[in-house]
């Protein structure tokens, strides 16, 4: 049986029963440790998406197995499976609905160009109505690629500033997608 290996520490000094780093490497370590998905599943993707959840693959091994239903509990938006162009406005409403900080996952070729549906109904990619931090290619993905879509997320929880969403350039992307 391997070792079960703990998250390292982030990079500060320590001493005889003290540790002292900065308060952002503690809240991205906090971050990136539970996130809360809120699965978007339309399609097949979503199949994809209930096999990582599940004993084999066990997506609770990186502090994600409280799926939400809930927007306003939930920070990281896994939008998988087709979604045509009637849906876009409710999709753009449950990420409008979800707390800051919030990350969004496009899994599969569906949600992040269209797939093979390029007709007039399906919106060709979700990052024309929301931006996307991970797009996890295939059709369907292997849950071994959703888990590391979540791995990429969870490496930018870490790293993120916590003045990050409050910058210019963070006002200026959701202006773009007409997002206040």
């Known amino acids: 049986m391997k070792p079960v290996k703990m998250a390292e520490a982030p990079a500060g000094h320590s001493g005889a029963g003290f540790f002292a780093t900065s308060f952002d490497q ?12 809120l699965p978007f599943a339309t399609s097949c993707c979503g199949i994809e998406f ?9 997506i609770s091994r990186f502090g994600s197995e409280r799926p939400s239903f809930s927007p306003r509990q939930a920070d990281l938006l896994l939008v998988m499976g087709t979604i045509a162009k009637k849906m876009g406005p409710v999709l753009k409403q ?6 800051e900080p919030r990350w969004v996952v496009a899994v599969g070729a569906c949600a992040s160009s269209g797939g093979i549906f390029d007709t007039y109904s399906v919106l060709q990619g979700i990052d024309r109505i929301i931006p996307v931090d991970v797009y996890v290619p295939g059709c369907p993905p292997r849950p071994e690629q959703i888990l590391e879509g979540l791995m990429q997320v969870q490496h930018m929880a870490q790293n993120e500033s916590l003045r990050r969403r409050n910058s210019e350039e963070y006002q ?9």
């Open 50 to 58: 209930m096999a990582t959840m599940g004993a084999h693959y066990d």
């Open 26 to 37: 503690v809240i991205g370590l906090a971050r990136s440790y539970s996130l809360w998905p």
């Open 172 to 180: 200026e992307l959701m202006a773009s997608y007409n997002i206040q």
């Open 94 to 99: 449950v990420y409008i609905q979800m707390a």
